[in-house]
């Protein structure tokens, strides 16, 4: 059986040399890479043969999201399985969305982690159970805002708002003036039904505006 190698990314060594251990049991698993970093595991990839990647959503520099996105456009033939503390449906509907293979919770068992690895390495993609209900929940917290749509400059300029940019910082980064932009916040507190900005950046963030 040819062996996989491996890649686990955490900033937490001490969770790095835990998973490490899990997964030093499992015939199928061949050299295992450590990295504290999104970028580090970018540079891994190019020095080595690997076969799947373990990461944690939150780390510096680039995050577990911006290292999945990565991997799959470039190395698209990697699998790549994530953990987090974080299980809110949002985070795991944007995880899911942009092609992970495996979903876990930092708190699942050492027998569910191995059946995770086991699962995509043989093909499959691999959820747990509240993985897969926070993206139930997410799926129904979206149908509530699929009939209200912002044009691409509202986006952009709710976006900035979310930065807390005043309208003239604003009209200055989009080259356009203030009374457009004032305009176009107007538009966005009508379309969303919200009284104040913070509700509607709220509103974006619930109904995936942002992912």
Same mark, same amino acid.
């Given at each position: ?54 990461? /944690? ?8 999201? $911006? ?15 994530? &953990?987090?503390? &974080? ?13 992970? /293979? ?5 708190? +699942? ?19 747990? $159970? ?51 932009? $004032? +305009? ?21 963030? $619930?109904?995936?505006?942002? /992912?």
């Amino acid at each position: 059986m040819k062996k996989i190698n491996i890649i686990i990314a955490d900033d937490h060594l001490m969770f790095l040399e835990g998973i490490n251990t899990i997964l030093g049991d499992m015939p199928e698993i061949g050299e295992v890479h450590l990295a504290t970093e999104g970028k580090q595991v970018v540079r891994l990839l190019n020095q080595f043969e690997i076969g799947l990647i373990i990461s /944690d959503i939150n780390m510096p520099k680039m995050d577990g999201i $911006e290292l999945l996105t990565e991997i799959k456009k470039k190395h698209s033939t990697v699998k790549i399985i994530m &953990l987090s503390m &974080l299980d809110n449906h949002r985070t795991v509907h944007k995880v899911i969305q942009k092609g992970a /293979d495996g979903f876990v919770p930092k708190f +699942t068992s050492k027998e569910e982690l191995q059946k995770a690895v086991r699962t995509v390495l043989g093909g499959e993609q691999y959820f747990s $159970e509240v993985i897969k209900q926070r993206y139930m929940e997410s799926i129904f917290e979206r149908k509530k805002y699929k009939n209200i749509e912002l044009s691409p400059r509202e986006k952009e300029v709710l976006s900035l708002l979310a930065d807390e940019l005043t309208s003239k910082e604003i009209s200055e980064k989009l080259f356009i003036s203030v009374n457009t932009v $004032e +305009t176009h916040r107007k538009n966005i507190l009508l379309k969303t039904g919200s009284k104040t900005t913070t509700g509607a950046v709220k509103y974006a963030i $619930e109904s995936g505006l942002f /992912d």
